[in-house]
Every structure is written in structure tokens, then in C-alpha cells.
């Protein structure tokens, strides 16, 4: 499925500030978008940003700006123009007649980016389906002659093959991968309920938050940890043991803000393993700008695949990333979400969770010890209601 080209694309970027939406807030979602495209391989370049009531239900960007940014095009090297939101087919086709290089949506793009990470054969199958149920209502002329060119940003998977572009194939595709995933699913199922009398602890939180770095840390793995987006794709279990209780921890996929819906349905049985734990870890990159907006994806993220309402762990990590002095009593600058110091972070936050909520930084291991003995009090309660006489 999958043909990973180290070929460097020339990006620009494209985003709307939607009427009531602080412009201050589309550039942080640029950011993001720039990081996807960095993690993909390409080079963030330009941004355009248009403010509108809502996009263009026609051209995502009104008539006069998609003449600017198809002039920039025309005059600067331009491989690909990236949407920071999703296009419709229809948005698609209309852009397609004005602009001098492709387009892509933000879904495309971290359907590429989980493409280029699939490793496992669960994970490959699961990123296909999800590449082959967007792709089917968007299959226009643009893959017929594109597909010949090198692969570049977008064009992995099933839009590279001839044969592929076939609407039939696509159909017969996401039945054969929809069938072989409800095995995988059943063998998983299977594995989980051989594990045994053991609380099973699931890591969650949006992606690059330092979920495989705790994991590591507390289980002495060797998950792979990366400063990219989407470095873990599947999901590890490891049995740990603190203070003489042993539990299950596992580490899966991060979330993003607009996680492409495809990829959450396929992603069913991945996400089995936060569906049925006991209790959720949820990491939060306190040092991050967006970490509030981020909390805020997850916890949703969490509603939609049926995991919240558990016993949860806030675990605030990275704190030897945030603005380390109190501030000093003579500066009247007004806080601010970028200039706030540890110490009303956490001031902020405990208030505002009503869950234990404990601050750390895995790579400095600080206040590791008090995290280790809160997790363990925690599996010990889960325990001690789950199977009172093992204990
Ligand atoms: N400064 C700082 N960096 C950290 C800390 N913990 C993790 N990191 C870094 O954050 C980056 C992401 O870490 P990962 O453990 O891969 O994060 P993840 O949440 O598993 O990410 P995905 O699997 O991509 O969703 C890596 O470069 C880590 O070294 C920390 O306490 N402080
Ligand atoms: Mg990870």
C-alpha cells in the first residue's frame, strides 16, 4: 500500500478565521498544520489566511483571495497547497480548476502521515481502510493523472495505482479490509481476556505529549518516542509493577484536533484497549501553548469512542519546558495563556480538574516518585472493588 518517497515538497498553507475566532487562534492551528506537513516530509512555506463568517461552501476561501493565492502560485514554487480544514469533494474540484499545483486537505494529510507510520499489519490495514473509505467519494480526474507522477504528499496508498482509482476496486477493497480487521479485531479480543486479573491503566492524550516516554519510564520498554506527530501508531501492553502491585499499562495512538472520522472507525480495535481499561493516564503537555484547547480534543476524542466517564489520572508533563520563575510582583504585563508560570498553571488546573492531577517531567524525572505512589493507590482502589480477594 504504502511508497514512502524522501522527495521534498514546497507547501503553502490556507486557513480561515471563522467570524468570533481569535486570529491569534488560526495561527496556533497553522502551527499544527506546518508540524503535520513537516512530519510528512514536506516544507511549510506561505500562509494565507482569509477571515470569513464560514468557509466558502464553494472554494473554501472567497473568489478574490483564491486570485491572490493562485497568483503567488503562478510566481513562486509551489508543489502543494495544504487546507487546513477538511475540502468537500466538490471544494476539491473547484480549487483544482484555479490553482497551478495539488491540494490537499488537512484529513489527507494525516491520513498520509499515519500511512508513512503504519509499521504493524494491524495498523497498515487499519490506515488503508481509512485511506480507501476518504479516498472513494473523492476519486476525480486528478488521480487518473497524477497517479503516474512520483509519490509526493497525499499520494500514497490507493491513489497510486492505476487500478486503483477504480471506484469497483476501492468498494471490493474496503470490504476485503473491513473483513480481515473483524479477525484482527476477534484475535484481540481473544488476547485481552487471557490477560487475566489485572487493572489495566491506558495512557491517552493528544499526540506528542510524551505518552511512550512515561511508558518507558515506568515499565523500562523500549516504545519508540520521537519529537514528530503520530510516532506510535499501535499499541503496546506491558505489564508493570510498582511498590509490589502489578497492573497493565498501555500506550496507543496520540489525538489531534479534527481527527479524520475514517480513522477513528477504523481504528476500533486499537482504541479497544482504552475502551476497556480501568483507568485512563491522561498526558497533557503543560509547556505547549494550546495545551487547554488540547485537553479539550481529547476529552471530546474520548466521548466519541465511548471511553469517557472513567476514573482518570491528569498527568501535566513537560513542566521543565514551562516558564519556570514566579512572576516578578513590579511586571503588570496581563497573563496570558503563552506567559503563565508553572505555578498558576497548576494553580489553574488543580482548581479546574476534579480528578488527582500531578505535574512531572518524564525526561528530567521530576516528581516521578509522587506520580508512581498516586498511580499505584489508584490501581489498588480498581483492584480492591474488581477482585476484593486477590487482595
Ligand atoms: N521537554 C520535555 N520533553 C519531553 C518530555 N517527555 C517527552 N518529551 C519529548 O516529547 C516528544 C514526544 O514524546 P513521545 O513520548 O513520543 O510522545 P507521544 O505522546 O508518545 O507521541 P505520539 O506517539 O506521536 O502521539 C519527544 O521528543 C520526547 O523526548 C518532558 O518531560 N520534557
Ligand atoms: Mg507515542
Not at 133 to 143: I, M, N, Q, S
Not at 269 to 279: F, G, K, P, Y
Not at 304 to 332: G, Q, S, V
Not at 360 to 381: C, G, N, P, Q, Y
Amino acid at each position: 500500500m504504502i511508497e514512502i518517497t524522501s522527495h521534498s515538497e514546497t507547501t503553502i498553507l490556507i486557513g480561515v478565521t471563522r467570524s468570533g475566532e481569535d486570529p491569534a487562534t488560526t495561527q496556533e492551528h497553522l502551527d499544527e498544520l506546518s508540524f503535520l506537513i513537516e512530519t510528512a516530509g514536506g516544507i511549510p512555506g506561505k500562509r494565507f489566511v482569509q477571515r470569513l463568517e464560514y468557509p466558502d461552501p464553494r472554494t473554501y476561501i472567497g473568489s478574490g483571495k483564491l486570485l491572490e493565492v493562485s497568483a503567488y502560485i503562478l510566481q513562486h514554487k509551489t508543489d502543494l497547497a495544504v487546507f487546513d480544514d477538511e475540502l468537500s469533494p466538490s471544494q476539491i474540484r473547484n480549487i483544482e480548476k484555479e490553482f497551478n499545483c495539488r491540494i490537499i486537505d488537512r484529513n489527507n494529510l494525516i491520513l498520509d502521515i499515519f500511512a508513512r507510520r503504519a509499521r504493524t499489519s494491524t495498523a497498515r490495514t487499519q490506515v488503508e481502510l481509512a485511506q480507501c473509505e476518504y479516498l472513494l467519494p473523492r476519486l476525480t480526474g486528478r488521480w487518473t493523472h497524477l497517479e503516474k507522477q512520483r509519490g509526493g504528499i497525499g499520494l500514497r496508498g490507493p491513489g497510486e495505482q492505476e487500478i486503483e482509482t477504480d471506484r469497483r476496486y476501492l468498494r471490493w477493497r474496503i470490504k476485503l479490509l473491513k473483513r480481515k480487521l473483524k479477525e484482527i479485531d476477534k484475535q484481540k479480543a481473544t488476547q485481552r481476556k487471557k490477560r487475566g486479573q489485572l487493572v489495566r491503566v491506558a495512557l491517552v492524550g493528544y499526540t506528542n505529549v510524551g505518552k511512550s516516554t512515561i511508558m518507558n519510564l515506568l515499565s523500562k520498554s523500549e516504545v519508540f518516542a520521537e519529537d514528530k506527530l503520530f510516532a506510535t501508531l499501535d499499541t503496546t501492553v506491558r505489564k508493570v509493577v510498582i511498590h509490589t502491585q502489578p497492573f497493565l499499562l498501555s500506550d496507543t495512538v496520540g489525538f489531534i484536533r479534527k481527527l479524520p472520522h475514517a480513522l477513528i472507525e477504523s481504528f476500533k480495535s486499537t482504541l479497544d484497549e482504552v475502551r476497556e481499561s480501568d483507568i485512563l493516564l491522561h498526558v497533557v503537555d503543560i509547556s505547549h501553548p494550546d495545551h487547554e484547547e488540547q485537553i479539550g480534543v481529547v476529552k471530546q476524542t474520548l466521548v466519541e469512542i465511548r471511553a469517557a466517564d472513567k476514573p482518570t489520572i491528569m498527568l501535566f508533563n513537560k513542566i521543565d519546558a514551562c516558564h519556570p520563575e514566579p512572576k516578578d510582583p513590579d511586571d503588570l504585563t496581563p497573563p496570558e495563556r503563552s506567559n503563565l508560570n508553572l505555578e498558576e498553571l497548576q494553580r489553574i488546573w488543580i482548581a479546574r480538574e476534579h480528578v488527582p492531577s500531578v505535574f512531572i517531567s518524564a525526561i528530567e524525572k521530576t516528581h516521578v516518585d509522587a506520580f508512581r505512589d498516586l498511580l499505584v493507590a489508584e490501581v489498588r482502589k480498581i483492584q480492591q472493588t474488581q477482585w476484593p480477594e486477590n487482595c
